[in-house]
């Protein structure tokens, strides 16, 4: 049995559980975690049906045939040409599974056509969201999972040291140049895909904490906020450091960046199986707060990684899930201070059975390689 298949059933076996007979997933990360399929989301319905016993079904256009044979581990395809209605076919397949009645859950991201035509085809039917079963089976990785996420992190790694040795050669780029160069290291190094547009934030636009890249020159003295990662076997890396590449920094500077260097390692070291989220997010937030810069940490400290870049755990106050062994989220806390500049040092980790793996060690200093 496959990685895929395995989550398939566990996924069947969770179904009675939360009073389901069925999960019906669209193109989306779950239908990945699932399948092994990868499609973005179109215009022509393609579904996967995953009841609660027996072998899953996808319902898709004829065109995908191969595709999906070739990268899923489900043989059952019901196959539908253009001009022909595809939700006949699902009206066949509820027959056939005894869920015309039953209880499904949707994919969560599902756009409304398709949500609104099961509804037609299948009035009789309840709906929840498929997340009832998969937030749950997708907040503990399996080792395919793990492996892939190291590798991600390994190459956000490797990225971070070669843009650090640029030094003083980047003074003059534009911040755009700069994520250019990230963006072209990730690809020329392995990446599938950058995880999210990459961050580059200089100076003041250092402060904005969903900065992306401007026109604006880096210049002698500038923290800059470097945040990127790329996808490795379908998994992101995402790391964030702060760096001044040539000149000297603004005076306060160095002591931002030294508490929040201090506050992530408070996090990192708090993190093990059975401490609440929200612990992870106070014990940065109480080296932050103390060093008096609380009201300039605007944020959560962490999200979960996995097939999506932001998903559960959240760290974030309020969040009393507690930490299992096979989680995976960032640790980023920052401070920022408007008109002037910010910082935000984060790595990925994995909960362990007693502590956590850090997914990113390249350097979380400030200077440039060689400075």
Not at 300 to 327: C, F, K, Q, W
């Amino acid at each position: 049995m496959d990685a895929f298949e395995s989550r398939t059933r566990r996924c069947q076996d969770r179904l009675p559980e939360v009073g389901a007979d069925a999960a019906i997933l669209f193109p989306s990360t779950n239908l990945f975690y699932a399948s092994g399929f990868r499609e973005e989301p179109m215009e022509r319905h393609l579904f996967l049906v995953v009841p609660s016993e027996g072998d899953p079904v996808f319902v898709a256009p004829e065109m995908y045939d191969e595709q999906i044979r070739d990268a899923s581990w489900v043989s059952d395809l019901r196959l539908w040409a253009d001009g022909e209605d595809p939700m006949a076919l699902v009206a066949d397949l509820a027959d056939e599974l005894d869920l015309r009645e039953g209880h499904l859950l949707a994919d969560d991201t599902m756009w409304a056509l398709f949500t609104q035509d099961l509804r037609e085809t299948l009035p009789e039917a309840s709906f929840g969201l498929a997340s009832e079963v998969f937030d749950d089976l997708r907040l503990r990785k399996d080792d395919a999972e793990l492996d892939a996420l190291r590798r991600a992190g390994a190459l956000a790694d490797e990225v971070s040291v070669e843009i650090r040795s640029l030094g003083a050669d980047a003074i003059g780029l534009t911040e755009a140049d700069l994520a250019d160069e990230i963006d072209r290291l990730l690809a020329e190094r392995g990446g599938e895909g950058v995880s999210f547009e990459t961050v580059v934030g200089s100076g003041p636009n250092g402060a904005k904490p969903h900065h992306r890249r401007s026109d604006r020159e880096i210049e002698p003295g500038d923290p800059v906020v470097l945040d990127f990662g790329a996808y490795v076997n379908g998994y992101p890396g995402d790391q964030t450091r702060t760096v001044v590449f040539a000149g000297d920094p603004p005076e306060e500077y160095q002591a931002v960046h030294e508490t929040v260097q201090s506050a992530q390692q408070a996090a990192v070291e708090a993190v093990e199986p059975g401490v609440p989220a929200e612990e992870i997010d106070r014990a940065a937030r109480e080296v932050i707060e103390a060093a008096g810069y609380g009201d300039r940490f605007v944020h959560r400290t962490g999200h979960g990684v996995g097939l999506d870049v932001h998903e559960a755990p959240y760290i974030v106050a309020g969040n009393e899930v507690e930490l299992e062994s096979g989680m995976v989220f960032s640790v980023e806390p920052g401070v920022y201070l408007p008109g002037k500049f910010g910082v935000r040092i984060e790595d990925l980790v994995i909960v362990t059975e007693d502590g956590c793996e850090r997914l990113n060690d390249s350097p979380r200093t400030w200077e440039a390689l060689g400075e």
